[in-house]
T-cell receptor
Framework: GENVEQHPSTLSVQEGDSAVIKCTYS??????FPWYKQELGKRPQLIID?????GEKKDQRIAVTLNKTAKHFSLHITETQPEDSAVYFC??????????FGKGTMLLVSP | NAGVTQTPKFRVLKTGQSMTLLCAQD?????MYWYRQDPGMGLRLIHY???????AKGEVPDGYNVSRLKKQNFLLGLESAAPSQTSVYFC??????????????FGPGTRLTVL
């Protein structure tokens, strides 16, 4: 089955800096890669996703890039703010019904 | 719309006791899922359903059973709880688009402690 590795497990940045979280996947047939954000004590929420026929997608301060050849994808957050502090999960799917999640990255943004 | 709701929010069990967690969604989604979340382990899929009356095993199904008698409800059962089942349980519902996107919406979670 699919295996998703996520790095780093913890990331600390200063407000205004950029943050990058990286994930690798094992199943070359995976074609859908979402990112979820989970604030402390809350539920995970989808923040951005990318399909395998797209190399990059942006939504305001966040962007996701995908390298199908290398089987890795990344989340980029620019101009970080304290409210970006949360745990971020990447996931991969063949586009059927199930997602395989990475173990998460705790992002801490200091004022 | 309430979205995805879970009952109860918290529960403490003794080893060997049984319980059922209820998940309900009002978005008419075909797919529903149960995950457990443990520190440093991410979200692991327990069981899922692709439609009313169907269920399938996920990554960590042992010790759990599920039922989907109605489209809007997905029940997770623990027949004989063990301390290893102490976790936060999340339900999700969702849909797929053209076999490419598997979009999932999560419930608020149930924190279960087994003593």
């Amino acid at each position: 089955g699919e295996n998703v590795e996520q790095h780093p497990s913890t990331l600390s940045v200063q407000e205004g800096d950029s943050a990058v979280i990286k994930c690798t996947y094992s199943d070359s047939a995976s074609n859908y890669f979402p990112w979820y954000k989970q604030e402390l004590g809350k539920r995970p929420q989808l923040i951005i996703d990318i399909r395998s026929n797209v190399g990059e997608k942006k939504d305001q301060r966040i962007a996701v890039t995908l390298n199908k050849t290398a089987k890795h994808f990344s989340l980029h957050i620019t101009e970080t703010q304290p409210e970006d502090s949360a745990v971020y999960f990447c996931a991969a799917s063949r586009g059927y019904s199930t997602l395989t999640f990475g173990k998460g990255t705790m992002l801490l943004v200091s004022p | 719309n309430a979205g995805v709701t879970q009952t109860p929010k918290f529960r403490v069990l003794k080893t060997g006791q049984s319980m059922t967690l209820l998940c309900a969604q009002d978005m008419n989604h075909e797919y529903m899922y149960w995950y457990r979340q443990d520190p440093g382990m991410g979200l692991r899929l327990i069981h899922y359903s692709v439609g009313e009356g169907t269920t399938a095993k996920g990554e960590v199904p042992d010790g759990y059973n599920v039922s989907r008698l109605k489209k809007q409800n997905f029940l997770l059962g623990l027949e004989s709880a063990a301390p290893s089942q102490t976790s936060v349980y999340f339900c999700a519902s969702g849909f797929t688009t053209s076999g490419e996107r598997s979009v999932q919406y999560f419930g608020p979670g149930t924190r279960l402690t087994v003593l």
